[in-house]
Nanobody, 119 residues
Framework: QVQVVESGGGLAQVGDSLRLSCAAS????????MGWFRQAPGKDREFVSS????????YYSDSVKGRFTISRNIAKNMVFLQMNSLKPEDTAVYYC????????????WGQGTQVTVSS
C-alpha cells in the first residue's frame, strides 16, 4: 500500500521560514512526480509546487514563486518544501501528493499539515 506522510507544519510569523517534509512509502514505488498543494479555509485546494522525479524539473504557482523551493531525495522517496518570507495568505493545510508511473494525475495524497502564519 502506498502512503504519503507530511510533517513540518506549524505556527510562524510573517517573514519567517518553515520547511515541510513528505515521505512516500510502498513496495516497488515508481514515481513520476511529487507535489504540494494547499487549502485555505473556505477555499478550494490549489497547486503550490511540484517536482519531476526524473530530471528534477520544478514548477511553482505564481503566488509562491521566488519564496518557496521544492526539492527531493530520490533515495528516500522524500520531497521537501522550503517556505521563506511567509505571508498570512500562506495559511492553509498543505498536502503532499504523488503521481506514480502510469498514472495520469496525482493518485496518492497525504493527510495534510497545518501552516499558520500570523501577522
Amino acid at each position: 500500500q502506498v502512503q504519503v506522510v507530511e510533517s513540518g507544519g506549524g505556527l510562524a510569523q510573517v517573514g519567517d521560514s518553515l520547511r515541510l517534509s513528505c515521505a512516500a512509502s510502498g513496495r516497488r514505488l515508481s514515481l513520476t512526480a511529487m507535489g504540494w498543494f494547499r487549502q485555505a479555509p473556505g477555499k478550494d485546494r490549489e497547486f503550490v509546487s511540484s517536482i519531476r522525479w526524473s530530471g528534477g524539473s520544478t514548477y511553482y504557482s505564481d503566488s509562491v514563486k521566488g519564496r518557496f523551493t521544492i526539492s527531493r531525495n530520490i533515495a528516500k522517496n522524500m520531497v521537501f518544501l522550503q517556505m521563506n518570507s511567509l505571508k498570512p495568505e500562506d495559511t492553509a493545510v498543505y498536502y503532499c501528493a504523488l503521481q506514480r508511473v502510469g498514472a495520469t494525475a496525482y493518485d496518492t495524497w497525504g493527510q495534510g499539515t497545518q501552516v499558520t502564519v500570523s501577522s
